[in-house]
């Protein structure tokens, strides 16, 4: 057997050259110093390139027109969890449960419309695309962890519906990030545990690259 040419593996569908994130998962991480790519795949087989664009940024410049042409891969992955808890929603007081239920099923609404348009956005650039969900927090308070887990699983269930209606695969990244050591803080990751979604994020992505057609959930 002929082993395959540089220019043929690199030209391969699975060969992530250009990951473009919609979302902002890596805004608040402190990834070290230098490149990006480098602390999220050390030493990889085939050079790659790593485009953040925040939410804003697609939204604003019209869906596709954001997402650089040369794109090869696309990673959906919002920091949910980091902004509800800086948003002040679950500090808030409710009279009722019903409430406090009608507080974050509005904030879920606003949510899913945003996520379902860098959906729209992805599926336009008609690449291999996952969707992650939502990282949860890592609370040492029992009763704050109970509370933000609840509200972290509606916005997640418009992420599982979002997705699984535009037959994209998904990150499962609350069975992903189990462990102490995969946090920084109570709501951030750590570099640790940044590596460890990317590890499953990668290869999520050539396995659908490879065998697209279905919705898949990895962890």
């Not at 002040?88 to 879920?108: H, K, M, P, Y």
């Not at 992420?159 to 189990?178: K, N, T, Y």
């Not at 690259?209 to 898949?216: K, V």
Request: contains cysteine; negative net charge.
């Amino acid at each position: 057997m002929i082993p395959n040419s540089l220019e043929e593996e690199q030209s391969s569908p699975d060969v992530i050259r250009h990951l473009v994130l919609l979302g902002d998962a890596l805004q608040n991480i402190d990834l070290g110093k230098g490149q990006a790519e480098d602390a999220l795949v050390p030493r990889p087989r085939n050079p790659w390139k790593l485009t953040v664009l925040q939410p804003p940024e697609v939204l604003r410049q019209g869906r596709v027109r954001a997402i650089p042409a040369e794109v090869s891969h696309i990673g959906i992955c919002v920091d949910g969890g980091w902004a509800i808890e800086t948003s002040g929603l679950l500090q808030g007081s409710a009279r009722t449960i019903r409430e406090a239920l009608d507080v974050l099923a509005r904030a879920a609404d606003e949510f899913e419309n945003m996520f379902a348009r860098l959906i729209g956005a992805a599926v336009d650039a008609g690449v291999p695309t996952i969707v992650c969900t939502l990282v949860p927090a890592r609370h040492t308070d029992p009763s704050q962890q109970r509370v933000a887990a609840t509200a972290l699983a509606i916005f997640n269930d418009r992420i599982l519906r979002r997705a699984i209606a535009a037959q994209l695969s998904i990150v499962e990244l609350r069975l992903v990030c189990d462990e102490d050591s995969d946090y920084a803080s109570e709501t951030l990751l750590s570099h640790a545990g940044v590596r460890k979604v990317a590890n499953v994020a990668r290869s999520a992505l050539y396995d659908i690259s490879r065998n697209p057609g279905r919705t898949r959930v990895y962890f």
